[in-house]
């Protein structure tokens, strides 16, 4: 909610306008006839913009999308196409949609270049590129945003952390677990799980032996040496899916402080 209320004044300050819409259905009716009916491309451009924020004042941003996508961006004033733009790239950030969002941005950027207005843009791209994974981007824009502001922030210091971040890779951990059950699970730092898993395997192999040795052949193929087998394979999978889980959580949880440091500056 927060991001959201400070996304709408962003918009706010973009259109230079605070221009209120209706929220009714009536309305919504009236403006959807009205783009039906008009041939001009650029009226029609406006009014379905019109319909969007109406759509959106009303928190449906699904059909907020789907408006958005039927606008013809070839056919808009220079006001207009850094309005949709800015919302495009919105929407696509609060629909999880982040590399379309991303595209956008980069459009804004591109055509509007040196326009003042973008400064009201600088926390949203930051916000985007850290989903996307793009590190030196986002810090670059929160340096902007930080310069703009007049903020003393330490933004170097902010994103080294995740620039000399090494993730744990996958192969090393099926490596480990290949040659050490339970070692790929202690690498991707879920020990108690390598304990386990390794203890599993150790039984059930020594199950096996055991009734192997007092000719009980079915019972220590079966019930052990196949057992053994399954939590040896099935270590290795739990293994990589650990190590994919650890790298997901380091970045999550520096983009949500990230987003946290950014949405609370003034």
Same mark, same amino acid.
């Not at 009714?24 to 319909?51: A, H, R, W």
């Not at 459009?107 to 926390?123: A, I, P």
């Not at 196949?226 to 650890?246: D, I, K, N, P, S």
């Given at each position: ?107 804004? %950027? ?9 400064? *009201?843009?600088?926390?949203? @791209? +930051? !916000?985007?590129? $850290? #989903? ?93 040496? %196949? ?9 290795? *999978?739990?293994?990589?899916? @650990? +190590? !994919?889980?650890? $790298? #997901? ?18």
């Amino acid at each position: 909610m927060k991001l959201l209320l400070i996304c709408t004044l962003l918009y706010a300050t973009i259109l230079g306008t605070s221009a209120q819409q209706a929220s009714n259905p009536e309305s919504l009716l009236q403006l959807e006839y009205e783009v039906f009916s008009n041939g001009d491309l650029l009226l029609k451009n406006q009014l379905l913009f019109n319909k969007y924020v109406n759509y959106k004042s009303q928190k449906n941003f699904v059909d907020a999308y789907k408006t958005l996508y039927r606008m013809d961006e070839l056919s808009m004033s220079d006001s207009l196409k850094f309005a949709y733009l800015y919302e495009f790239a919105l929407i696509n950030y609060l629909n999880n949609n982040f590399a379309e969002s991303d595209l956008a941005l980069q459009k804004l %950027f591109s055509f509007f270049k040196d326009d003042k207005r973008l400064n *009201g843009v600088l926390q949203l @791209a +930051v !916000l985007v590129n $850290n #989903e996307n994974g793009h590190w030196m981007q986002a810090k670059e824009f929160f340096k902007q945003f930080s310069t703009t502001r007049k903020l003393n922030y330490n933004v170097d210091s902010l994103y080294e952390i995740v620039l000399k971040y090494k993730a744990k890779n996958v192969k090393t951990a099926m490596r480990l677990s290949t040659f050490a059950p339970g070692s790929g699970q202690f690498y991707a730092g879920e020990r108690l799980h390598g304990i386990l898993n390794a203890s599993l395997i150790l039984t059930g192999l020594s199950w096996g032996t055991y009734n192997l040795f007092n000719g009980y052949y079915a019972t220590a193929l079966f019930s052990g040496f %196949f057992v053994g087998y399954m939590f040896y394979e099935g270590g290795m *999978g739990y293994a990589e899916t @650990a +190590v !994919l889980r650890y $790298n #997901e959580q380091f970045y999550s949880d520096f983009k949500s402080n990230v987003k946290n440091i950014i949405l609370e500056m003034p």
